[in-house]
């Protein structure tokens, strides 16, 4: 696939996981940022873990994007070559002691200070190199002492592999940030890796970094170490303390932790989507005075005309839209659709999204269907135009374990079809309102709690089998994103925060 190339652009775009491969609402995002301002020239970096994970776009490059790259962080993890003895840079090593200790001593900002000077030395050229981490003796002289000190699992093999794969991607970063073509300004939609890689820009380069936060970084990789199975914990039954994480669990917490630090340290701004978001980025080491909000917004005309192609009664159609993955917790509505279809034998429960992100997952989804006898009301869609589903439905539905401001449920809004969500990000601020003027238009559905199969299907059912409730609901849903939710209202701001970064690097010149 050829790939445009640029010597230089507006804006670089750091994407990690995201647009152009993956499908869903923080890549729907990105689509739309792009194509609403022509007059910039993007360039897009994008970062992913192994070439095989990622093959096939999802989303066409707007033409405003003149310039592509990627890059992958786990396709290099060991060496075809025998490597030679190294000692490694002592002051390099000296930085890298001081850091730990820092850590240990939850010193944030002398670890920080120390994080940013062993970074800069990451560079090619710079005192701390690769091949001193990997074969280096203070190297493995550190490893051994880490694996002493604190790990309490049996496996040295494993704490050594698991600290080899966690820190080598940083040289990769250092490589890319020191490579990069010249743009006035790096934007981030999230912290890990993408946000280390946009603060390696800054503090190389002096470039503004903008942060965009969807979902907090952090608090999302700990739902995912909590429930991953890569993560080996080899302590037998009687060690176990069922309480307690295992330390290479711990391991990657506190690094994602310290990526999101060092990241909050060099972004201005520091956007999130809604206020609990923005809270939590301060409480996670964002300084304050930088953070404020900017929601997501919608095209409203996209949408509104599909209120006219409504049937005159309420489809009893419940819509999950969303990938087929354990964070959207398909399991939950699936069981809720049991109960539903109980009460309203007429009731569908469709699941619109793609399953190929996890095969396994979408296997153990679709037996849990025929389990509940629920073949003939759940029905597998497969990736769907919106536009489409909007008018043949009566809900839109979300499960979920997470979320930050999810777009589809402004889209179901400005459809005129409310919504039955689980209580996360910022979802019961979209259904009841944030402050009192918002509260006062009404509930534009209900919220209920994660994983909750029985309350889920019980706010479904009281909105379907009651007609009048449902209209209110769809009232409500189409004058809350009428006022606040709205893509004219978030390019405007987003326009504001370009235009000052760019004044920024204007006066550095």
Partial sequence: MTHPRAADADI?????????????????????????????????????????????????LPPNVVHYEEHFLYDHLSSETQPLARRGDEAAFAMVKSLLGAMESGDRAAGMEAFRAMVREMQPGGRFQLEDFLYGERAWDLICEGYRTHCTDPSFVDYFWTVRIMYQPLWTLARVAQQLIPVRIVHCASTGYAGCLGAMVEQFRGTPLVLSEHGIYTKERKIDLFKSDWIRDNRNLFQRDPTELSYFRQMWIHFFEWLGRFCYASADPIIALYEANRQRQIADGAPQERT??????????????????????????L?????????????????AMRRVVNQLPSAQGWIAGPAEEDPAYALECENLVRS???????????????????????????SSISEALPLVVLEGYAAGVPTVSTDVGSCRQLVEGLDEDDRALGASGQVVPIADPQRLADAALSLLRDEDAWHAASRAAIARVERYYTDTLMFQRYRAVYEEAFARTQGAR
């Fill in 12 to 60: 670089a775009l750091l994407l990690e996981g995201t647009f152009p491969y993956i499908s869903g609402g923080v890549s729907s995002w990105i689509h739309q940022i792009i194509r609403a301002y022509p007059e910039y020239r993007f360039a897009i970096v994008f970062l992913g873990s192994r070439r095989q994970d990622y093959t096939k776009f999802k989303y066409e």
């Fill in 292 to 317: 404020f909000n900017i929601p997501n917004g919608i095209q409203l005309s996209r949408f509104a005309a599909l209120r006219a192609e409504r049937p005159a009664n309420v489809p009893h159609v």
């Fill in 319 to 335: 819509c999950l839209i969303g990938r087929v993955v354990p964070i959207k917790d398909i399991k939950t509505f699936i069981r």
């Fill in 372 to 398: 509940l006898g629920l073949e003939q009301h759940v029905r597998f869609l497969g990736f769907q135009r919106v536009e489409d589903l909007m008018p043949r439905i009566g809900l839109v539905v979300l």
